[in-house]
């Protein structure tokens, strides 16, 4: 790599830190902080950052045995004399100085800084404004969503000395937290996306995290924001009255002004600039999609680009993938897809991974390699680099593609070969024997590297329930937006985590700030506990003989009438302890729980038993999600009331009160006492039609066969439906007992492929169904959506008059849980 090197001395200096060094020669190029991610040490700075789980002390070793020679830590590190040709930065604390360090570089760098911050979209705001820029200006980006007190200084860092524009991305979760961002990033531009609930929990409101948030802006030269929102616009107008602004927005108040959309099969988009208006097609439909576009236009009508360029860009918009595919491939080898974004960085990135898994699994390692499109450096520059680095990495063979890169063929290895189109490799694909070998393909956008990965990727289809872990955690963070800062989350993982698999989602429960987890019955409870689940688990329908059980393995039970409160009680006593309890009452449900009218018999029976501690008492709302009984809730929340006062009158210690599940959290957060139990809106069912709740669970299929019907045929068992000649049915491996209800048969329920519906014909079998595509280009093995994302479960629950919590419960245990998470 040819970047500008630094010498040790100017970094120490720059970290505000004591230089120890045995080579003082050193030039350093890159910096690390996460061992995991140090593969080639050359020019290397390690920080040895120090977090709550971890310390990056702890890895000195390890990675100086790796040959990693360069290192930042805190004073109280003792350095012995095992590290031999050493260099040590020594600082009061390494977070600052990696922070100071960004400060000092930053004051050398010209390129235009541009600061975005927001609660949503920042990402992908950025990501967009670099996909419209590439092709015009040098310019460098925040990897990902680097955007923390440690990611803003490696994306600081990433800036180089060439780059034109940089776009840095600034994410708060604390107070406090912009100054030091602001300091470090200086943004000449700001660009704010738009507030919502998303890390609320540290914030007492939505004022104070703009606030916050709006400190990065404070010595730039020009805001770019949306004046849609009535409290964002008069902020900025009195915090930066002096301040050159830009607003885009729907109201009359924006200078690029959106006054119509038309839904086709792209977005028509009109907009007022100025004194005219113009118009553009846009792939996407959503309302954030659209949102996110109007500061990319509006940021390119800055830069001066003209509306029919604007146009043309728009379209080839593409959505932003922030993750490497990985999939088998034929003949044992792994196929690794990385063509979302191509720079050189991305692709030592790539490289490494690639061989890390080449090494683990012992297998050759293959590049196949597009021109780089968008660097912004000339190719007499880049491809050397590209060359230096590919051969730097022991790749085995390369498989160019692109005329710029054929042009520099001779600096590759002399059996690396060449293509200047990729249909030209692909005519010539069956040439090559793929075996065994990690494959990496890492290709532009426009050279179109997906029709090359599927080719090499093994088709093994099977019907699977795909769970969507960042939704998962998006909706958590939803919910808690309805929810004060102290409030307690349950987390019901009930009937297999509501079919999407305990232990995986009770682990991201518990890695994602809840408190509390709920399951129905003990078994459910010892399973995550010996899968290492360490969160309090309250068991909602606890047996007689399971008590011990319970106790042993850390499990509290509901406790819901006197009889079941004596028998816990027996089997404490003998166990010894304290027993931890948490009782259930019936303000209206009918179902577990102790009536009103018991109460005083309960507190005479816990009188009696002072080892049983009442860790909470709670009540369940029968109609939180309706809106005509929102009187009956609010009388089941005075009775719960009532009853809480008593207990706590003749209890002398506090305890916890919950009523609200997920449609109640939405709909009725005054309620929310001391802790909420969320099931459903976790999964990204709402009772609110606007909530930023995501959809996470797909259930998919495939084509395995499709057949032409001749005169006078029928589908299926009991000869149920008769077709037409010439009709084309699929034959899709999905039954009900995988989850497909039988009731969806004959033309009741529908499947999506791409983005039609098609009816299900005949009866739905145990294993399979078929569904009519008759005039439509469906072909073999094409993905089959029984629900998901944009087809979602609560369709077929409608058609079936059921709730959705049913569908998910009923997808059968043998069908494959994919997870998927960032
Ligand atoms: C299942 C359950 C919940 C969660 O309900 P959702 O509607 O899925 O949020 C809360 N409390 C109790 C007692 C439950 O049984």
Redesign the pocket.
């Known amino acids: 790599m040819d970047y500008v090197s630094y010498s040790i001395e100017k970094i120490a200096k720059w970290c505000d830190g004591k230089l120890v060094a045995d080579n003082k020669n050193s030039e350093l190029i890159k910096l690390a902080f996460d061992s995991r991610l140090v593969f080639d040490t050359n020019g290397l700075l390690f920080f040895a950052l120090t977090s709550k789980q971890n310390d990056g002390h702890n890895f000195i070793k390890e990675l100086y045995n790796k040959g990693v020679r360069n290192f930042v830590v805190n004073s109280s590190f003792a350095i012995d004399d095992n590290y031999k040709n050493a260099n040590w930065i020594i600082v009061e604390n390494t977070l600052d100085s990696l922070q100071k360090l960004a400060l000092s570089y930053r004051k050398t760098l010209e390129a235009e800084v541009v600061g975005i911050t927001g609660s949503n979209g920042k990402t992908i705001v950025k990501e967009w404004i670099a996909q419209f820029l590439f092709d015009d200006f040098s310019l460098a980006r925040s990897p990902r969503s680097y955007n923390s007190q440690i990611g803003v200084p490696f994306s600081l860092w990433k800036i180089k000395d060439f780059h034109q524009i940089a776009i840095v991305e600034a994410g708060i979760s604390k107070p406090n937290e912009m100054d030091k961002l602001q300091k470090m990033i200086l943004p000449k531009i700001g660009i704010l996306t738009n507030i919502g609930y998303a890390h609320q929990e540290n914030f007492v409101n939505k004022e104070e995290i703009l606030n916050e948030k709006l400190k990065l802006f404070k010595e730039s030269d020009l805001i770019l924001y949306s004046c849609d929102n009535e409290v964002i616009h008069s902020k900025i107008k009195e915090a930066y009255k002096d301040k050159k602004t830009l607003k885009w927005g729907r109201n009359s108040c924006a200078d690029l002004q959106l006054i119509s959309k038309e839904i086709n099969s792209t977005t028509k988009l009109r907009f007022r600039w100025q004194n005219d208006e113009f118009e553009v097609d846009f792939q996407f439909n959503d309302s954030v999609s659209i949102e996110n576009i109007m500061p990319v236009i509006l940021f390119a009508l800055y830069k001066g680009y003209a509306y029919s360029d604007i146009a043309k860009k728009v379209l080839q918009i593409e959505p932003v993938a922030m993750r490497m595919e990985q999939k088998d491939g034929i003949n044992g080898c792994l196929i690794l897809n990385d063509s979302y974004n191509y720079d050189i960085l991305s692709l030592e990135v790539a490289l490494n991974f690639l061989g890390q898994q080449a090494t683990k699994k012992g297998m050759s390692r293959t590049l196949i390699l597009s021109d780089i499109v968008q660097s912004g450096e000339d190719d007499e520059d880049i491809y050397p680099r590209i060359a230096k680095l590919v051969k730097s990495k022991n790749i085995s063979r390369v498989i160019g593609v692109g005329e710029s890169i054929s042009n520099f063929a001779s600096l590759f290895s002399v059996k690396d070969v060449f293509y200047s189109k990729t249909e030209e490799f692909i005519n010539n694909i069956h040439n090559y024997s793929f075996k065994n070998e990690v494959v990496l393909i890492k290709g532009a956008r426009s050279f179109s590297f997906e029709k090359i990965s599927e080719l090499l990727e093994l088709k093994q289809h099977s019907t699977v329930l795909e769970i969507n872990l960042n939704a998962f955690i998006n909706n958590l963070k939803v919910l808690k937006g309805h929810l004060k800062p102290e409030t307690k989350i349950?987390g019901?993982v009930?009937a297999f985590g509501?079919g999407s698999g305990s232990y995986p989602i009770s682990s991201t429960l518990q890695n994602n700030g809840a408190s509390y987890l709920?399951v129905?019955f003990a078994d459910e409870g010892v399973e995550l506990r010996q899968k290492g689940i360490t969160l309090p688990i309250i068991v909602?329908n606890p047996e007689i003989k399971s008590f011990n059980l319970m106790l042993e393995y850390d499990l509290e039970p509901?406790i819901y009438s006197v009889e079941n409160l004596k028998e816990f009680a027996k089997v404490v006593r003998e166990y010894g302890g304290e027993g931890k309890i948490h009782i259930?009452v019936d303000t209206g449900m009918n179902r577990f729980g102790f009536l009103p009218n018991q109460i005083e018999e309960l507190i005479l029976e816990l009188k009696k038993i002072p080892y049983l501690k009442v860790v909470s008492v709670?009540s369940?709302l029968a109609a939180?999600?309706e809106v005509e009984h929102d009187s009956f809730t609010k009388l089941q929340v005075e009775k719960f009331n009532q009853i809480c006062d008593k207990i706590e009158q003749s209890l002398d210690y506090k305890f916890l009160k919950h009523i609200l599940?997920?449609?109640?959290?939405e709909r009725f957060p005054e309620y929310q006492f001391d802790m909420v139990?969320?099931?459903?809106?976790?999964y990204g069912f709402s009772a609110d039609r606007d909530s930023n709740l995501q959809n996470v669970l797909t259930l998919k299929s495939y084509v395995s066969q499709i057949k032409i019907i001749d005169e006078n045929e029928f589908v299926g068992y009991g000869l149920s439906e008769k077709l037409n000649k010439g009709d084309k049915l699929a034959v899709i491996p999905v039954g009900y007992a995988d989850g497909l209800n039988r009731h969806l048969s004959n033309g009741k329920g529908e499947l999506l492929i791409g983005d039609k519906l098609f009816p299900i014909v005949g009866r739905v079998c145990m294993d399979t169904c078929m569904i009519n595509i008759t005039g439509s280009d469906v072909t073999l093995n094409d993905e089959v959506i029984v629900f998901g994302d944009r087809y979602p479960a609560s369709v077929m629950a409608d058609k079936l008059g059921t709730i959705s919590?049913e569908i998910m419960t009923n997808i059968s245990q043998r069908v494959k849980r994919v997870y998927f998470k960032e």
């Open positions: 349950l019901m009930k509501y709920g129905a909602m509901e259930k709670f369940h939180s999600d599940n997920s449609a109640g959290i139990r969320a099931g459903i809106g976790m919590y």
